[in-house]
């Protein structure tokens, strides 16, 4: 049976993962550098995911050098507490992992790009020959690490499990890397589109100062309507999502490929805030709700 992960960047439902029929869980900032949580707050996580008998991984941002000082502090108090994987999302902090030993690196979906995070496929349907658009869409649906000299690198960076999306047509791709020995997560029901540095919430709420924003996205999350190419986004701090439904022939699929686990997002997007949540979208996934 496939593993199910949840993933939680607050306290509060990270609590309510720990006591649901998921086997892993995930702690921490994916996408911003000023929602790190303090050292206070990141050991209780790990205390809550232990107590629970549940493996702790922690989930890193992309950050600046400022930040990284910080997540040095992190990874020391992590290190003496036992062999965990952490999620990286940044080449300085990957590097920087080397120094801990007991901290095995877990490729996040910032560095492993995918086109088709792209939510317009009509990239592929270009006026061109079928062979051309077969090539095309053989580009787009593929992953970074399908380029033998980008896997290699981050083997020799020390690194055997990556992040990926829930993108069906992907998933033959996904098989390659498997066989090649990369033990994959796919993260479901939301895809990153878009991120960037300067966070898109707080510029349109006109705060300045990142470092002291009102945390708005941990609250709320806008919904983005794009009319003339009938796209629909979620807006939740510096990203954008796409949501993509996912479907049991396509979780037999990704069931056929191997070494994989299945990561469900905590969170009021989805209305997954509380264990019976998380548990009805688990056994939905399954098949059994």
Same mark, same amino acid.
């Given at each position: ?22 086997? #892993? ?31 702790? @991984?922690?989930?890193?941002p ?7 000082? %910080?997540?040095? #502090? ?21 590097? @920087?992992?080397?120094? /801990? ?7 996040? #979906? ?8 792209c ?19 053989q +580009?787009?649906?593929? %992953? ?39 033990q ?13 540095? =300067?966070?898109?919430?707080?510029? /349109? ?15 709320? @999350?806008? =919904? ?17 999502? #796409?949501? %993509? ?7 037999k699929?990704?069931?056929? +490929?191997?070494?994989i ?29």
């Open positions: 049976m496939i593993p199910f992960t949840v993933q939680a960047s607050n306290l509060r439902t990270f609590k309510e993962a720990s006591k649901s029929i998921c086997q #892993r869980v995930r702690f921490g900032s994916e996408f911003c550098m000023y929602d790190l949580p303090t050292e206070k707050t990141l050991i209780k996580a790990f205390n809550i995911a232990s107590d629970a008998g549940k493996d702790f @991984t922690y989930i890193t992309r950050v600046s050098d400022s930040a990284l000082d %910080t997540l040095v #502090r992190h990874f020391s108090v992590l290190n003496g507490l036992g062999e965990m994987e952490v999620v990286v999302n940044d080449l300085g902090v990957l590097d @920087t992992l080397k120094k /801990f030993p007991n901290l095995n690196p877990y490729l996040g #979906r910032q560095l492993v790009y995918i086109p088709a995070r939510p317009w496929p009509q990239i592929t349907e270009h006026p061109a020959s079928i062979f051309v658009r077969y090539k095309v869409k +580009i787009f649906y593929r %992953t970074a690490l399908n380029y033998n000299p980008t896997i290699r690198f981050y083997r020799e960076m020390g690194v055997q499990a990556a992040d990926v999306d829930w993108i069906p047509q992907s998933f033959k791709h996904y098989k390659e890397l498997v066989k090649h020995g990369v994959l997560s796919v993260h479901s029901y939301l895809i990153p589109v878009t991120v960037t540095r =300067r966070c898109h919430t707080a510029r /349109f709420l006109q705060e300045l100062n990142p470092a002291r924003c009102s945390r708005s996205c941990l609250r709320s @999350t806008f =919904r983005l309507k794009q009319e003339t190419l009938g796209a629909e986004f979620f807006l939740g701090g510096n990203v954008a999502f #796409r949501y %993509t439904e996912p479907q049991q022939n396509d979780l699929k990704l069931t056929d +490929i191997g070494d686990e299945i990561v469900i997002p905590a969170g009021d997007v989805l209305k997954a805030v509380t264990k019976h949540d998380l548990e009805k979208g688990i056994m939905k996934l399954r098949g059994e709700a």
